[in-house]
């Protein structure tokens, strides 16, 4: 008693036992468990037959409800209710989910669920309730089914020990490529595209004459992919023969789509195949975002006119566009073509996880089939074996016919009877004749207690002398299969050969005549899309840049007069007015020191007061707009602050991709960007909010792609309010008070080292502080 008490593992208050372990490896072990739970029981396919649990359970539940494929349809709810009650003890929804999924042809390559109703469509929508819908197997999975009641495969306890169920399913063809898989499990993940079955029966028989064929070689027979929604793929065959071949890797899958005259010059694009999980809703409200953000402005529309068949319409902008280069854009920035991830990732005999070749995913299919041949062939010698017992003891009845029935008529114990009487010579012949000698449980020349039942329930029409020709003909008839089997079971090649005639039937069955036999996915060669200039997407036509005070800015058609009166909010006027062209690109250089980019082609139209430039970039509203520019790639800028910092940066390093622009000048407290100016000749003038005027040699200025920069001048109180480039040849020019533009020549007073102080301005200078 006192070893117990001291014991840590038991409670001294009542004595009842704890167990205590490390807090690492408890978690450890219990998520070990649900990890493997995970793996096995619900995201990583079978590479066998290719299903998961939920999968298997529903064909089968189906199966005990005699749902044929020739049969009538029953309620989707009571097929998810007798999956999730006998088999699959999880939710309803989630059953029905995975069965309305077997329904879709545009989700499945080779439905396996005949649906009654609305079971979802390629919009993305969702299947109607379970107790709207009718479901029924079809063909396809009659063919999976084929075998199970021969024995083909194990079966084990259901969840509560009540039913048992198929630990596989036989499959007739290979399912697992056929349809394909996805799924995501702990620490991995599977995804498998659909593939032709005729082409994957064909790389059968092929593994079967070669079993040691190269990986390769199978690409004869499977070319790649066939998506139920079709489409083109476009990767490279040495890309699809690495995937295969290691099981890892991606194709890329555009939609089909071709050029549709609509006479006088016009056309469109009509897109009548989208690569496969794309839901067609969704793509087409992203390709009308690209159009309202006027990020492929070569297009002007898209329309869906779409009915049983896929048909959207993408209008150009104009007849003259390039309808490879619109694709091109549409291929870049849309769905119209995705990228496939190809992971191999099946349990390779039930149990492990293992990322697979398409030979050895082929492979284990091939030694499954030939399992299930030698276990069904087994099972038939069992039912031949038996049919031959009772066809003995049936013959031996008709030999014997009187005897039998004067036994039946007047023994209390007939069938004891019948296994005691000694039939001599003619059970003797009987069994000569049919050179087959069963198992017999009694004296030698008796009858077993098989035979006296099978003799006992005989019909009395049976006694007629054609019944015992009959007889005579089945047992002859049954010896001939019973020999072939043995020769089948005994002889591997024989077994090659009866799998590679099953496989030839299913490809009669489900190859080209069957209606989704026919290759969908089709093949193409294509480049990396490149990146289009604008000036080739847009219309080259003449505008005018209208930007107000206020920020508000629009484009008017055509070069108006400069000097024409326009109209603004009350309380604005204009700040930037100039001409440019709709291929150009805009600078919008702001006080955070930041560098915006426009597409003239995107600005709004002249006909109202335009919209914020604001909403147009995430420029800040604290933030307010130095300049307003067309970009010319060649061109170097000038940019400083108002704490007198600057430097010369290219402009084409300014290019900024996104809506956030592209921060060049480094700005901090309130100090603010003050200046941005095109650099021409070779010195650069200063002027500050003091009026000194500093001149010093441009090469005194560094040329960076951002930063601070370094001080042009020198101030004591104020800041930088302008600042130039020039020739000092040429001289410095500004406009005087009056209006009239002054060109100062003599500069050496002002002529210096940069960062000095300056000398106060010429007479004559602004009094703005500007010199233009």
């Known amino acids: 008693m006192n070893d117990l008490v001291d014991d840590p593992n038991i409670s001294p208050e009542d004595g009842s036992a704890t167990m205590s372990e490390p807090l690492r490896r408890a978690i450890g072990e219990r998520y070990l468990t649900y990890a493997l739970s995970t793996i096995m029981h619900r995201a990583l396919p079978d590479a066998r037959d290719g299903l998961k649990p939920v999968h298997r359970r529903i064909l089968y539940a189906m199966r005990e409800l005699r749902l044929s494929s020739t049969g009538g349809f029953r309620k989707s709810a009571k097929i998810s209710g007798d999956v999730m009650g006998n088999y699959h003890p999880h939710g309803d929804a989630a059953i029905y989910d995975a069965m309305a ?98 082409e994957l029966v064909d790389a059968c028989l092929h593994i079967i004459d070669t079993p040691d064929c190269r990986d ?59 690569p496969y999980q794309v839901q067609k809703s969704k ?79 082929l492979r284990a299919f091939l030694d499954f089939r030939q399992e299930v041949l030698i276990r069904r062939s087994t099972h038939r010698m069992e039912k031949i074996d038996h049919r031959l017992e009772v066809l003995e003891g049936l013959i031996v009845a008709f ?13 209390d114990e007939p069938k004891a009877a019948l296994m005691r009487e000694d039939w001599g010579r003619e059970f003797t012949r009987a069994m000569s ?39 005579l003909k089945e047992q002859e008839a049954l010896m001939q299969e019973r020999a072939g089997l043995e020769d089948l ?58 930007c107000s005070e206020m920020g508000w800015i629009r484009a008017m058609t055509g070069h108006i007069d400069l000097n024409r009166e326009l109209k603004f909010k009350d309380g604005d006027g204009p700040r930037f007015l100039f001409h440019a062209e709709t291929t150009d690109r805009l600078l919008v250089f702001a006080e955070n020191g930041r560098f915006y980019t426009l597409s003239a082609a995107n600005l709004p139209g002249g006909r ?55 921060q060049v000048l480094n700005v901090r407290g309130d100090t603010r960007a003050r200046v941005c100016k095109p650099v021409t000749g070779d010195h650069v003038a200063v002027v500050g909010e003091n009026r000194k005027v500093l001149i010093f040699a441009q090469s005194e200025l560094p040329e960076m792609a951002r930063g601070k920069g370094v001080r042009l001048q020198k101030y004591k109180d104020g800041g930088l309010s302008d600042a130039t480039t020039f020739a000092l040849e040429d001289g410095l020019s500004w406009h005087d008070p009056a209006g009239r533009t002054r060109t100062e020549t003599a500069l050496a007073e002002w002529t210096g080292k940069r960062a000095g102080t300056g000398r106060m301005a010429p007479r004559g200078f602004p009094r703005d502080n500007k010199f233009t």
């Open 101 to 198: 999924r077997l329904a879709q042809d545009f989700a499945v390559r080779y439905p396996l669920v005949d649906g009654q109703g609305n079971f979802g469509n390629i919009d993305g929508d969702n299947p109607a309730a379970s107790r709207y819908t009718e479901a029924r197997m079809t063909a396809v999975a009659e063919a999976l089914l084929d075998g199970l009641a021969e024995n083909a495969v194990d079966f084990r306890d259901n969840y509560d020990g009540t039913l048992t169920e198929p630990v596989v399913l036989p499959a007739s063809f290979p399912n697992l490529l056929a349809n394909g898989s996805s799924g995501i499990a702990v620490g991995m993940a599977t995804n498998i595209p659909p593939h032709n079955i005729g």
């Open 216 to 274: 390769d070689t199978l690409l004869n027979y499977v070319r790649g992919p066939d998506f139920p929604t079709g489409g083109v793929i476009v990767e490279p065959p040495e890309n699809i023969a690495n995937a295969y071949r290691t099981g890892r890797g991606s194709f890329r899958l555009r939609c089909k789509w071709e050029v549709e005259d609509l006479g006088r010059g016009q056309w469109q694009i009509v897109v009548i195949e989208i």
């Open 283 to 361: 793509l087409i409200e992203k390709i009308a975002e690209l159009i309202q953000v006027k990020k492929i402005p070569i297009l002007a529309d898209v329309r869906d006119e779409s009915a049983d068949d896929i048909r959207l319409i993408l209008e150009p902008r104009s007849k003259n566009v390039d309808a490879d280069v619109l694709m091109g854009m549409m291929f870049r920035n849309s769905d119209l073509e995705v990228k496939f991830s190809l992971n191999m990732n099946v349990l390779i005999d039930g149990v492990t996880p293992k990322v697979c070749s398409m030979k050895e995913v």
């Open 399 to 411: 030999l014997n016919l009187d005897r039998v029935i004067d036994i039946i008529r007047y023994d």
């Open 433 to 471: 004749e049919a050179d087959y000698v069963p198992p017999v449980a009694g004296s030698a020349d008796g009858l077993t207690d098989v035979q006296a039942e099978a003799i006992l329930n005989m019909r009395l029409r049976s006694l007629r002398r054609l019944e015992e020709i009959e007889l």
């Open 489 to 546: 079971l005994e002889n591997t090649t024989l077994q090659w050969k009866a799998i590679a005639d099953q496989l030839r039937e299913v490809r009669k069955t489900f190859g080209r005549t069957y209606e989704y036999g026919e290759r969908r996915t089709q093949f193409a060669v294509a480049g990396e899309v490149e990146e289009v200039p604008l000036e080739a997407m847009i219309d080259r036509e003449p505008i005018t840049v209208v």
């Open 608 to 662: 109202g007061m335009g919209e914020p430039l604001r909403l147009m970039v995430d420029l800040p509203n604290e933030a307010g707009i130095v300049d307003l520019f067309i970009h010319q790639p060649d061109r170097k800028l000038l940019v400083a602050s108002s704490a007198g910092d600057g430097f010369i940066v290219p402009e084409q390093d300014v290019l900024a991709q996104t809506r956030s622009g592209k």
